[in-house]
């Protein structure tokens, strides 16, 4: 079973709807990740927050909003979306320094649906 | 930037075969992961390389990180049914760089 928890599992939200997708990890890692996967598709990165700061952003629409409450939270909240951002959202963690650090580990996914 | 070239794309097995496929990047990378995915899943960690030449086992599966540092390979062997779904290759470069991921390769197990 994965050690990282993703809520909810199942979401449908109307383009003006504001929701949240929620992720937590125990284990003690320092690097989180927010992912995006369509179908048939590998996941492609989107957010990563290292010691609970923002290091890296993929040109990402700003109605996609992360938020990292502390080292074992990430949220992403979501505001204004389109049917197209409908997908597979992931949360990932990893430790951060040495080669361990360079493992990732995914939760179950959130699948999100915009009507 | 940096692409990883995963192949084949699908592969269509009789149970009990074994199953092998394999991942090729541009330039180097210092770590090398192997997931699988079912569908409606998030992927699930198989098998994680760190060194070249590392060969690494974890049941029926056998992956190795190439010598040249640009490439990995995933065997599986006496394949069974619950071996169904896709495949991801994902390396890294050295520095701070993302995880890159391969494309995929979508097992079918014929029983």
Request: overall charge neutral; charged content about 15%.
């Amino acid at each position: 079973d994965t050690e990282v928890t993703q809520t909810p599992k199942h979401l449908v939200m109307g383009m003006t709807n504001k929701k949240s997708l929620k992720c937590e990890q125990h284990m003690g890692h320092r690097a989180m990740y927010w992912y995006k996967q369509k179908a048939k598709k590998p996941p492609e990165l989107m957010f990563v927050y290292s010691y609970e700061k923002l290091s890296i952003n993929e040109s990402v629409p700003s109605r996609f909003s992360p938020e990292c409450p502390n080292s074992s939270l990430l949220n992403l909240h979501l505001h204004a979306l389109q049917p197209e951002d409908s997908a597979l959202y992931l949360c990932a963690s990893s430790q951060e320094g040495g080669a361990n650090g360079n493992t990732i580990y995914f939760g179950e996914g959130s699948w999100l649906t915009v009507v | 930037g940096q692409q990883l070239n995963q192949s084949p794309q699908s592969m269509f097995i009789q149970e009990g075969e074994d199953v092998s496929m394999n991942c090729t990047s541009s330039s180097i990378f210092n770590t090398w992961l192997w997931y699988k995915q079912d569908p409606g899943e998030g992927p699930v960690l198989l098998i994680a390389l760190y060194k070249a030449g590392e060969l690494t086992s974890n049941g029926r599966l056998t992956a190795q990180f190439g010598i040249t540092r640009k490439d990995s390979f995933l065997n599986i062997s006496a394949s069974i049914p619950s071996d169904v779904g896709i495949y991801f290759c994902a390396g890294r470069a050295p520095g701070n760089t993302p995880l890159v991921f391969g494309k995929g390769t979508r097992l079918s197990v014929i029983a």
